[in-house]
């Protein structure tokens, strides 16, 4: 399957396709537009061992706006996040939560600026990990009743994936099943740690 863009490697000032190709890690590009231009084979390693594909594969099509990709509360910041380094040229580097079902994960994620700022380079590096039992998620049953608010969505947090009690606004439970396998009405939103997390992140200078 074609991976990248022609125009793609004449951007790579300072990076070598080649060493982009062979890095274990997931990594992606993006044009000026903010349009998917290359994707490294540890990128599509890490959609298979997460029972992404092939739906992933088809929603990260080369030349697909990365917006369309995404989805909830986060989509603004990383929209906003990524002109910024475009507008910049400053590399902007953060930490997210992509757990699965068994395991507590921390990614690192680093925005490269590419050549004259006509693009970015996405790397995300896995950083901790550990299995969920030692952390003080406990796993609940996934009982429809019990998180389908009154909109008849089931809201899951885009960051660290729990779901939001319908009634309780406040307490978001952790179901494994439903990180493995979504359900058809699921919506996406930020729970309240993870909202001041992306809020640090997006205005420093506040706190
Ligand atoms: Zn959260």
């Given amino acids: ?5 022609d125009d793609f490697s004449a951007l790579l000032n300072g990076f070598k396709l080649e060493t982009l190709e062979n890095d274990p890690n997931s ?17 599509f390693d890490f959609a298979k061992e997460n029972q992404g594909e ?5 929603r990260f099509v080369l030349g697909t706006y990365i917006g369309d990709a995404m989805s909830g509360s986060v989509r603004d910041y990383y929209l906003e996040a990524f002109q910024n380094v475009l507008q910049t040229g400053k590399v902007w580097h953060h930490d997210y939560e992509c757990s699965s079902p068994e395991k507590f994960r921390i990614y690192h994620q680093s925005v490269y600026p590419l050549y004259n700022r006509q693009g970015l380079i996405i790397v995300n590096s ?4 550990h299995p969920l039992e030692t952390d003080s998620r406990t796993p609940c049953q996934p ?5 389908t608010q009154e909109t008849g969505f089931i809201t899951q947090c885009s960051n660290c994936r729990r779901v939001q009690l319908a009634t309780r606004q406040d307490v978001w439970d952790w ?3 439903w990180v493995e ?15 001041e997390y992306y809020y640090e992140f997006k205005y420093p200078q506040k706190k």
Avoid: D
């Avoid at 896995?126 to 990990?129: D, G, S, Y």
């Avoid at 009982?143 to 998180?147: A, C, F, G, V």
């Avoid at 396998?181 to 909202?195: A, D, K, R």
């Fill in 54 to 58: 092939p739906a992933i594969s088809e």
């Fill in 143 to 147: 009982i429809r009743n019990l998180y």
């Fill in 175 to 177: 179901v494994p099943a």
């Fill in 126 to 129: 896995l950083v901790k990990e």
């Fill in 27 to 43: 990594i992606y590009g993006l044009s000026v537009g903010l349009a998917l231009n290359y994707l490294n084979a540890g990128w």
């Fill in 181 to 195: 396998q979504m359900p058809e009405n699921t919506s996406h939103g930020l729970c309240q740690i993870c909202f």
């Fill in 1 to 5: 399957m074609k991976h990248f863009h």
